[in-house]
């Protein structure tokens, strides 16, 4: 079964940054998406971003501007660059990776941020 493991979060002032990390058990080079995710307590979880198949990066309205996301083939590691932090950031953050149309897909089980102010 593949995984995925998300590292990185942690507590963070607000105005700094942090990167996260989603590891997976497989091989991430052909993938349809690759995206990130966030969920904070009561509210819906909200795009990041992700990449697409044809090495397009899509970002959601959440954190366009300050948030920046890349893929490692070689360690099959996707990553999540955020800058200039808010407290409104503090969600737990997680990956999404899915390798056809014909699945759904596999999700992390993410990781915390929390922005204090």
């Known amino acids: 079964q593949v995984q995925l493991v998300e590292s990185g979060g942690g507590l963070v002032q607000a105005g700094g940054s942090l990167r996260l990390s989603c590891t997976s058990s497989?091989?991430?080079?052909?993938?349809?998406?690759a995206g990130w995710y966030r969920q904070a307590p009561a509210k819906e979880r909200e795009l990041i971003g992700y990449?697409?198949?044809?090495?397009?990066?899509v970002y959601g309205d959440s954190m366009k501007g300050r948030s920046t996301i890349s893929r490692d083939t070689r360690e099959n590691t996707l990553h999540l660059q955020m800058t200039a932090l808010k407290p409104e950031d503090s969600a737990v953050y997680s990956c999404?990776?899915?390798?056809?149309?014909?699945?759904?897909?596999?999700w992390g089980r993410g990781t915390q941020v929390t922005v204090s102010s």
């Open positions: 999404h990776v899915r390798w056809s149309l014909s699945e759904a897909g596999v």
């Open positions: 497989r091989d991430i080079s052909s993938v349809l998406t």
């Open positions: 990449i697409n198949r044809g090495n397009k990066i």
